[in-house]
């Protein structure tokens, strides 16, 4: 019989009513993390390194497959879902083929692992999310990055709210309808399902979790999911939310030391306050040294898990700045791992102020901005940053990303549904809101420098003292955006791009040339959003 870690009875029977043939297969409920550690060690070719953290590898998907990413089309969400290229129709049978696939693969696996946890630390809005996997190494990272129940309510859990069925391993059949590749991700909202078949990147059960969310809090609960970071004063009154997308600062701004953090990417606005989705962290490990991000090397050591980092075999030390594998390098860690951080992961206080971060390689966007309401809107569905040279094969220039509500690849209703949600938060709090470039000043990627962090701290450190909030602003013409006159610490310089560039012949050009590739990401969004929204964007 199966060989359980505090398995209910009725649990055993809902896994058998799914397919499941437990006779055969040896069912691991929320085991302990040293038993994972063992079996992705014998089982999975797993290692511990020096730190005592398991390195463990994701095979040939070293990232997110988003173009294998469906939505089940059906009658309870169908009118709600934002259907396109972000959230692509399959039909429920082709759902039903590829769950029975799965099933089917992981009832031949010796173990299976069930993790039972909670999305969302609020318990008034959370989830119960059951992962159901054939590797030891899906179970942990799960069990990290969900959050763990404690023995109480593991003997009262019950049924889940919703159920991932990871097989992973085993790919999808690339001719059944609809299918485009071998690896599918898929979710169907009134099963409330996950299947997942050809890719064992973990971080596909985490972002299905969120899209869950996003779909789960505004629908039924009425309240706000965020792609977000966010933490708290010594003030409980002083929340801020940070957005931003790669390589914009959101994780290192939002880890403060004078500060607790509650999350550091995904949240909920509520009614009540803001809370923490996640039970752990996920954080990118390309170039991780303890000098530069002291919090997360810390966090290393037993029962995180290191995915795809290359190590000297000789004494198991992980080597950072390798990207043999891939550059996508990451750490799962319980949140409770950082030493600043808010107990409990949520906040009984709204948010005081928003932080909207873009690193602009165009050089043109102020360091720091006060934005409108509209604007807030504008700037939220546009989620403006840019790509510079060296980071993707084939970039010459720079290029600019728009991902709309600063993390496009999870929503599931259309932009200007969160935007408006947005809004009217903002306006019952009266929260301020401000658009930070962490990008180039002085000129475009190549002729100017990156704001120094040092400057960008002093920035956040204005917004949390209360400063920024009245200080003298000053009009940024084509954008129309506001800019302090005066920022402590900062030299007043380059507070505007205008000033800051020895050319304005050619700041002007690019000035022009953004502001023309605002409007033509927006006008996809036009349609849902009101004409003061569309009027706070750029105008040339």
């Not at 070719?45 to 953290?53: E, K, L, P, Q, R």
């Not at 009832?107 to 119960?128: H, L, Q, S, W």
């Not at 259309?414 to 401000?434: G, I, V």
Request: aromatic letters at 10%.
């Amino acid at each position: 019989m199966s060989n359980n870690y505090k398995f209910l009875g009725e649990e055993l029977t809902s896994l058998s009513q799914a397919g499941f043939d437990m006779d055969k297969i040896h069912v691991k409920r929320n085991a302990p993390v040293a038993t994972l550690y063992e079996d992705a060690i014998r089982n999975e070719g797993a290692i511990i390194s020096n730190t005592g953290a398991l390195i463990n590898f994701s095979g040939k998907k070293t990232g997110r497959s988003p173009k294998d990413k469906r939505i089940v089309y059906e009658e309870t969400s169908k009118d709600d879902v934002w259907w396109g290229s972000v959230n692509i129709k399959m039909d429920e049978h082709t759902f039903e083929i590829n769950r029975e696939r799965a099933i089917d693969y992981l009832n031949t696996r010796e173990n299976v692992y069930v993790f039972d946890g909670y999305a969302g630390a609020d318990p008034k809005y959370r989830i119960k999310v059951r992962v159901i996997a054939s590797r030891a190494y899906h179970a942990l990272f799960m069990n990290n990055m969900l959050i763990r129940p404690t023995e109480a309510e593991l003997e009262t859990y019950g049924e889940p709210d919703f159920t991932i069925y990871n097989a992973g391993q085993f790919p999808a059949n690339r001719f059944t309808t609809g299918m485009t590749s071998t690896t599918s991700v898929e979710i169907n909202f009134k099963r409330m399902e996950m299947v997942i078949l050809g890719t064992e990147y973990a971080g596909e059960m985490k972002k299905g979790v969120f899209s869950v969310m996003h779909y789960i809090q505004p629908v039924k609960f009425g309240q706000l999911s965020l792609h977000s970071s966010a933490n708290e004063g010594i003030d409980e009154n002083d929340v801020t939310l940070f957005f931003g997308l790669s390589g914009t600062g959101k994780t290192t701004l939002s880890t403060d030391p004078k500060r607790l953090l509650i999350g550091d990417d995904e949240h909920v606005w509520s009614d009540t306050g803001v809370f923490n989705i996640e039970g752990g962290c996920y954080a990118k490990c390309i170039n991780l040294s303890a000098e530069k991000e002291p919090e997360i090397f810390k966090a290393i050591r037993f029962g995180s898990i290191l995915e795809n980092v290359v190590y000297d075999p000789a004494n198991r030390a992980p080597d950072y700045d390798d990207v043999s594998i891939t550059e996508n390098t990451r750490c799962a860690y319980p949140i409770d791992y950082i030493d600043g951080h808010k107990p409990g992961s949520l906040s009984h206080s709204q948010p005081k102020n928003l932080v909207f971060l873009t690193c602009d390689a165009y050089g043109v966007l102020p360091p720091i901005s006060k934005l409108t309401p509209e604007q807030a809107s504008y700037h939220f569905i546009a989620g403006y940053t840019s790509k510079t040279p060296g980071t993707e094969d084939g970039i010459v220039e720079p290029s600019p990303t728009f991902s709309t509500c600063y993390g496009q690849p999870f929503i599931v209703l259309h932009p200007a549904r969160y935007a408006k949600m947005l809004a009217e938060r903002m306006s019952a709090t009266n929260a301020h809101c401000y658009l930070i470039n962490t990008g180039w000043t002085g000129g475009k990627f190549g002729t100017g420098r990156r704001c120094p962090l040092k400057y960008t701290r002093a920035i956040v450190d204005a917004i949390h003292n209360g400063s920024l909030a009245n200080a003298e602003y000053e009009n940024f013409p084509t954008f129309n955006l506001s800019i302090p006159k005066a920022v402590e610490g900062v030299p007043s310089e380059i507070l505007n791009p205008l000033k800051a560039w020895p050319s304005q012949d050619a700041f002007t050009s690019e000035v022009t040339k953004l502001a023309g590739m605002f409007n033509q990401a927006f006008k996809k969004y036009e349609d849902g959003v009101s004409r003061e929204v569309l009027l706070a964007g750029p105008q040339i």
